[in-house]
């Protein structure tokens, strides 16, 4: 109840007022607040995308080809190379919740983002050193059917420093660079959310371009020309992209950081535990007065929502309560939603890894798939099986444009909403067509294998675009709702944190995956359903057991979507007035 958020006795919590002093200037020497109330300008958002474009195909360019490069160049052996790939995978999705927590708590966006940038770019020229000069790699030359000698420590040393500072640069750009981007629409956009739905839109679109433009252009480069000059074209493109992003300074519109959002979430559950007896109800049954800081007009304020009751009561003023600065005995209505919207998002982000898990199968078993196929094409051209995942790319692409142009004009009329499905449906039509995909799939292998035992000829590769086509849908829809999902919902000292939760879900999923494959070779014994010859195997049973865990997931998260209870701003308090 609005009437009851009225300040304690002795004036409101001084911590606030502390936050303020620790947001410095953060760009262009404005005030507090200042770069926030800039007016949108449509260079800062074009700006931040041909940063992502770029960003990508540097980050790809190395990510792509990590584990040939090992093979061929390092001579790495088979056990090495797997496991350093993982090791620094794991560290690539991991470095953007570290990276999201210094953006929100202390350097804020832009900052992280130039100092990312700054590790970003030695990682980058070191590897194309490590790449061109000959001290720095084995010899090339290896006699006929003898093994090649490994490198040595201090080879293996130089190049795994410049990967993990590129590792460290990449993370730092993936947690800041989005909820920037997404900056340059709030408030003054409040009337036209289309503009910042179409942002995520082409967000998405410039990562999985710039993985395309690797995975042709930047390999091809690498693996028939040099490996220096393949790694130089992607530090060539992350300095053009550091240059355009200076450039642009004076056009962003940035948020100061708030301090640490993790002291104030800590304070909310132990506030609300130590005051855990407190009634929300007056004797007289009215609502108990609740705490909130009006002083701070440069806070996003949040309206008290339904639900997690036993959080509420650390805004609770108790009468003769103490409300000393840094007391652990009040928090605000805003900090408790804030905590609220936190626990709210935990189902429907485990749901997010699940669903990470299933859209693997199109870098892992899908391939594998492929492989047992037919890979010519009008009977001459033969198709590497890989490159679908490729040509998935462009599937994406053309889905985020039949997105935008026809599904959610469609939808707007539909519903009468200005941006057409939400961010929940849209994340519920992601799940349903990754369900459609594994049991596309699941049916071409059924297809495959039928006619392996009718001694027929091998299965055309083609067979393969439809399940394709079905999980570029899917990650359209559901990759760019989750993009704003995570954001947009996040209380405004938590963005970048929470807009990190997409990228530990993509890495928990993997691990999902390798947890249900290893499981699966168990339970099945030899040769099992993932037999090495997929003939003699079951590829099929483990497609349609991805389905079954796919429409699991889709109905979990359809209950927990529609019980969620989004975020809730409160209406501004207007400025006390004398005559």
Aim: hydrophobic fraction near 50%; aromatic fraction near 10%.
């Amino acid at each position: 109840m609005q009437s009851g958020m009225t300040p304690p006795p002795g004036g409101s919590n001084g911590h606030h007022h502390r936050r303020q002093q620790v947001s410095a200037m953060e760009s262009g020497g404005d005030a507090p607040g200042a770069a926030a109330r800039r007016r949108f300008n449509w260079k800062a958002p074009a700006i931040v995308l041909v940063f992502e474009l770029l960003e990508s195909i540097a980050f790809s360019g190395v990510a792509l080809n990590l584990v040939v490069y090992l093979a061929t160049v390092l001579h790495g052996s088979t056990a090495f190379n797997a496991a350093h790939v993982d090791t620094w995978n794991g560290t690539t999705f991991i470095v953007p919740v570290i990276g999201a927590f210094l953006a929100d708590s202390y350097w804020g966006k832009y900052r992280t983002i130039l100092a990312s940038i700054a590790f970003y770019l030695v990682g980058l020229v070191l590897l194309t050193v490590s790449a061109a000069v000959p001290s720095l790699r084995p010899g090339t030359a290896c006699q006929m059917g003898a093994s090649c000698a490994p490198a040595t420590k201090t080879q293996f040393s130089v190049f795994f420093a410049a990967l993990y500072l590129t590792s460290i640069g990449t993370g730092g750009v993936k947690s800041a660079l989005l909820p920037l981007g997404a900056e340059q629409y709030d408030d003054d956009d409040a009337e036209r959310p289309e503009r910042k739905q179409a942002f995520f839109s082409w967000f998405f679109a410039a990562i999985n371009l710039g993985i395309f433009i690797a995975g042709t252009l930047i390999s091809w480069l690498e693996q028939n020309v040099a490996w220096a000059l393949g790694f130089g074209v992607g530090t060539a493109c992350l300095l053009v992209a550091a240059l355009a992003f200076v450039a642009g300074t004076p056009w962003y519109r940035v948020q100061m950081p708030t301090g640490s959002p993790l002291k104030d979430i800590i304070r909310v559950l132990v506030t609300a535990f130590r005051k855990r007896r407190v009634r929300l109800e007056l004797e007289d049954g009215a609502a108990a007065p609740l705490h909130e800081n009006d002083d701070a007009k440069d806070e996003q304020r949040l309206a008290r929502t339904k639900g997690l009751r036993c959080l509420d009561r650390a805004a609770v003023i108790v009468k003769g309560e103490a409300a000393a600065e840094g007391a652990w005995s009040l928090c605000t209505v805003s900090e408790v939603e804030g905590v609220k919207i936190l626990v709210r998002m935990l189902p429907i982000w485990a749901t997010c890894v699940l669903y990470a898990a299933s859209l693997g199968q199109m870098t892992t078993t899908f391939i594998q798939q492929g492989m047992a196929m037919d890979a010519r094409v009008g009977g001459r051209f033969k198709v590497p099986v890989a490159s679908l995942v490729s040509v998935e790319v462009v599937f994406m692409l053309l889905w985020v444009a039949l997105h935008d142009a026809a599904v959610i004009p469609l939808a707007r009329r539909v519903t009468g909403r200005p941006g057409g499905l939400t961010q929940l449906q849209r994340m519920g039509v992601g799940r349903f067509l990754v369900v459609l995909a594994l049991g596309t799939a699941a049916l071409v292998e059924r297809r495959r294998l039928r006619g392996v035992s009718a001694g027929g000829a091998a299965m055309s590769i083609a067979w393969q675009v439809p399940q394709f086509v079905l999980v570029a849908g899917s990650d359209v829809f559901c990759g760019i709702a989750q993009l704003e999902f995570f954001y947009g919902e996040a209380p405004a000292a938590m963005r970048s944190i929470c807009s990190a939760f997409s990228f530990l879900a993509l890495s928990l999923g993997f691990y999902v995956n390798s947890l249900v494959v290893t499981l699966v070779a168990a339970a099945t014994g030899r040769p099992g359903w993932l037999a090495p010859d997929l003939n003699a195997g079951h590829l099929d049973y483990y497609f349609w057991l991805w389905t079954v865990i796919s429409v699991a997931n889709l109905l979990l998260y359809m209950v927990l979507a529609a019980r969620y209870t989004p975020k809730q701003v409160a209406a501004a308090v207007e400025p006390a007035t004398s005559d």
